[in-house]
């Protein structure tokens, strides 16, 4: 039998998150730089599918804000032109299915939603970080580990497209409010100082 109580989560690595990421908008000028968006796998590596996904989720989000003069997909192997970087890597990403009660007391129940007592969590270590190009200084830096879980809202729903669609739109928050917390002059100052310094080439 399978209870919460003896962990009866089947964790797995995440095959697939989709969808769309909200738009915002800015009431500061944008900073004069061209931001560069690289997502990359830790240890163990998973799908490129997803890591894809988290990118173009990223740069949509970051890039409808006008923070910056350009937004775009770092791509690997080809001249970068951007002043700044944000890098992003993943680790440890899981999926679990978590049920409340044993599958035998989910049987006996008549209510259809109570016999649908898990929840599907996504969550993953995440490392940010904001690079200031070439010499690669960086200016922010954060860890944490994000975690979304949802259960079944209502009988016949899709709950796994469901708690894969709120886990990416939670990690695409998580991601800026990381990158770009507090003020954006203040970022600007901070990029503009670490450009200003002579290159190590040149010392």
């Not at 163990?44 to 970051?62: F, M, N, S, W």
């Not at 009660?101 to 016999?115: I, V």
């Not at 809202?153 to 917390?181: H, M, Q």
Request: net charge negative; no cysteine.
């Amino acid at each position: 039998m399978l209870s919460a109580r003896s962990s009866a989560a089947a964790l797995v690595p995440v095959a697939l998150w989709a969808g769309t990421a909200a738009a915002a908008t800015s009431e500061h000028e944008p900073l004069p730089y061209a931001l560069a968006v690289q997502v990359v796998y830790g240890d163990p590596k998973g799908p490129e599918a997803v890591r894809e996904e988290i990118r173009r989720r990223v740069v949509h989000d970051l890039a409808s804000r006008d923070w910056f003069e350009d937004v775009h997909a770092f791509v690997e192997g080809e001249a970068q032109s951007a002043e700044v970087l944000l890098h992003v890597t993943l680790d440890d990403l899981r999926r679990a299915t978590r049920y409340a009660t044993s599958m035998a007391a989910r049987q006996e129940q008549d209510d259809p939603l109570s016999r649908q007592q898990f929840t599907v969590e996504f969550s993953v270590d995440v490392t940010v970080d904001l690079f200031v190009m070439p010499e690669g200084v960086a200016v922010r830096s954060s860890r944490f580990r994000e975690t979304t879980s949802r259960p079944p809202r209502f009988p016949g729903e899709d709950t796994e497209a469901a708690a894969r669609e709120e886990a990416l739109a939670n990690l695409t928050r998580s991601i800026r409010k990381a990158a770009f917390k507090g003020s954006l002059e203040k970022l600007g100052r901070s990029i503009e100082r670490e450009r200003e310094q002579p290159s190590s080439s040149s010392r």
